[in-house]
């Protein structure tokens, strides 16, 4: 059974910084695709980054390039989400996902393609 856990959210002012985390466990994490993404209460779950099984190849939502790095540590099971210059705009429900299978790639995540698993989301708050 796969399980996603993320950790890492919480309140900070505009212009801070945060990093997520997200534990996997039940897959062959080093060889899969991994994504990050956020709802905001009332719209649909968008994107935000995505990183391949080797931590080369990396996509990110026109809205946070620049600001947010996607990284992992497969040695860890561990995706991240670096944060920096924190807007209000960025405020959501941050989910970690994996795709069903890992042929998937960074693009076909971005697409939400193949996504299968997520976690259960950690809240990111951030203050004018």
């Known amino acids: 059974q796969v399980q996603l856990v993320e950790s890492g959210g919480g309140l900070v002012q505009a212009g801070g910084s945060l990093r997520l985390s997200c534990a996997a466990s039940g897959l062959s994490f080093s060889i899969y695709t991994m994504g990050w993404f956020r709802q905001v209460p009332g719209k649909e779950r968008e994107f935000v980054a995505s990183?391949?099984?080797?931590?080369?190849?990396?996509n990110y939502a026109d809205s946070v390039k620049g600001r947010f790095t996607i990284s992992r540590d497969n040695a860890k099971n561990t995706v991240y989400l670096h944060m920096n210059s924190l807007k209000p705009e960025d405020t959501a429900v941050y989910y970690c996902?994996?795709?069903?299978?890992?042929?998937?790639?960074?693009?076909?995540?971005?697409?939400?393609?193949?996504?299968?698993?997520w976690g259960q989301g950690t809240l990111v708050t951030v203050s004018s």
């Open positions: 990183i391949d099984w080797s931590g080369g190849t990396t």
């Open positions: 996902g994996a795709p069903s299978t890992p042929v998937a790639g960074p693009g076909d995540v971005a697409r939400n393609s193949y996504l299968e698993h």
